[in-house]
Structure formats: C-alpha cells, structure tokens
C-alpha cells in the first residue's frame, strides 16, 4: 500500500510564503495523479492543484500565479511552493495520490494526515 507524509505548514505573514511537502512511500504501486487539496472551517474541501504522471498542471483559479506544484526527480513527492500569502489561504491542507496497486491491480487512493497553513498578521 501506499502512505502519505506531510511537512512545511505553519504561521506566515501575509505577502509571505510556504513550501508543503508530501513523501509517498510503499511498494508496488504507479502514481497516476498528486494533488492537494485544502479545507478551511466552515468550508467545503477544495481542489488547490494537482499534478499528473506525464506532467499535466491544474490550478484552481484564486493560487494561479502564486502557487506551484511540482515533484521531484523520483516523482514520489510533490511540492506546493505557496507565494504571495494570503488571509484567505489559511486552511489544513491535505496532499491526495491517486495510483495504481500493482499487487491488486486497481486503482486507489490515499490521504496525507493534513497541515495546517495559517496566514496572520
């Protein structure tokens, strides 16, 4: 199976940034999508960006121009490099892989625990 470990959330300055990572690890298994998504109180969860195995980009319209996505030369973490902070930016964010188990030949998918983004004065 597959699991997921997030870092880099925490208290920023408004302008500022924050770089989140997300490691998967496990074994038999082809990442097909890495996403994240975020989920502020009261609010439903949303797609922020996402990122698929032959490299195509999606970014939900109120982070385009501040946030990238990227993974690195394994393709088994992804980034997202937060820029230009906003209040309204504050939420947990979650990283999301869609893959495919090799061992029980379907496709699943696997949630980070969550960290927390917080963008204060």
């Known amino acids: 199976q597959v699991q997921l470990v997030e870092s880099g959330g925490g208290l920023v300055q408004p302008g500022g940034s924050l770089r989140l990572s997300c490691a998967a690890s496990?074994?038999?298994?082809?990442?097909?999508?890495m996403a994240w998504y975020r989920q502020a109180p009261g609010k439903e969860r949303e797609l922020v960006a996402s990122?698929?195995?032959?490299?195509?980009?999606m970014y939900t319209d109120s982070v385009k121009g501040r946030f990238t996505i990227s993974r690195d030369n394994a393709k088994t973490t992804v980034y997202l490099q937060m820029n230009s902070l906003k209040p309204e930016d504050t939420a947990v964010y979650y990283c999301?892989?869609?893959?495919?188990?090799?061992?029980?030949?379907?496709?699943?998918?696997?949630w980070g625990q969550g960290t927390l983004v917080t963008v204060s004065s």
């Open positions: 999301n892989v869609y893959f495919y188990s090799i061992m029980r030949k379907r496709y699943l998918g696997v």
């Open positions: 496990g074994s038999s298994f082809s990442i097909n999508t």
């Open positions: 990122i698929t195995d032959v490299d195509s980009l």
